[in-house]
């Protein structure tokens, strides 16, 4: 699996529904939801992005702004504990439902968190190197057969006498796969097409993240 992720999604209703009904991103209001949310820095424009690319380096933004749905794509969400993201992302969001969905194919991580009105609803952050380093809140629907072991990592059969458990009965980029259908209807391996959203139809725009200049006087 190569797939990477590091994004929040703010959404008024279901983020799901909206993305499949491809929205047109509103350009003007998408410049200032990033000025609003990263006000210390000069963003200059490069070109168009999009939904299947939300792992941009610590020096770019991926951004957009539709009705009723803001996606965000940033090293802040790149973190262990998604419970503890930057506080201003989701003072915006305000009683928005609010998705942070993170995962790293090179070393097997993947982390969510949701909020619901303002509360955190469930966090997750795991890796076979680190175990479970976050997990709060009941599982959701989508999690359940996972830890039920419907979906091993390793088949029992394929295993060699003395080889060692996996830690996990599933293989997280697998739960991160899950997810991505659950909360936004796509997903980045597997069977893309049967989904109902196409990421790269999704635009986002792409920011070069530099320090504001301040002129002393």
């Known amino acids: ?11 008024d209703g279901d983020a799901r529904e909206i993305l499949a ?8 209001e998408t410049r200032k939801v990033a000025s609003i ?13 999009c ?34 993201i ?16 993170a995962m790293h194919s090179v070393v097997d991580w ?6 619901r009105n303002g509360k955190l609803e469930r966090s997750l952050s795991l890796s076979p190197d680190s175990g479970i380093v976050e997990d709060i809140g009941q599982r959701l629907s989508f999690e359940v057969p996972y830890w039920e072991g419907s979906h091993p990592a390793i088949d029992p059969a394929d295993m060699e006498d003395g080889e060692p458990d996996y830690p996990f009965p599933f293989h997280p980029l697998e739960l991160g796969e899950a997810a991505l259908a659950e909360f936004f209807g796509y997903q980045l391996e597997g069977y893309v097409d049967q ?8 635009p986002l725009l792409q920011y070069k993240r530099k320090k504001a200049l301040f002129k002393l006087w």
Not at 52 to 76: M, N
Not at 86 to 101: K, S
Not at 110 to 115: L, R, S
């Open 51 to 84: 939904l299947t690319w939300t792992s941009p380096p610590d020096d770019q933004i991926h951004i957009g702004c539709f009705p009723g749905l803001t996606i965000v794509a940033a090293k802040e969400f790149a973190i262990d504990n998604p419970s503890r």
């Open 86 to 101: 930057p506080t201003r992302f989701l003072d915006f969001a305000g009683t928005r439902a609010v998705h942070v969905h």
């Open 195 to 202: 989904f109902p959203v196409d990421s790269e139809s999704i």
């Open 110 to 115: 993947f982390a969510f968190a949701v909020w």
């Open 21 to 28: 009904s491809r929205p047109t991103i509103d350009r003007e």
């Open 1 to 11: 699996m190569g797939a990477k992720t590091w994004m929040v999604v703010i959404a």
């Open 37 to 49: 949310l990263f006000p210390k820095e000069r963003l200059e424009p490069q070109d168009d992005s």
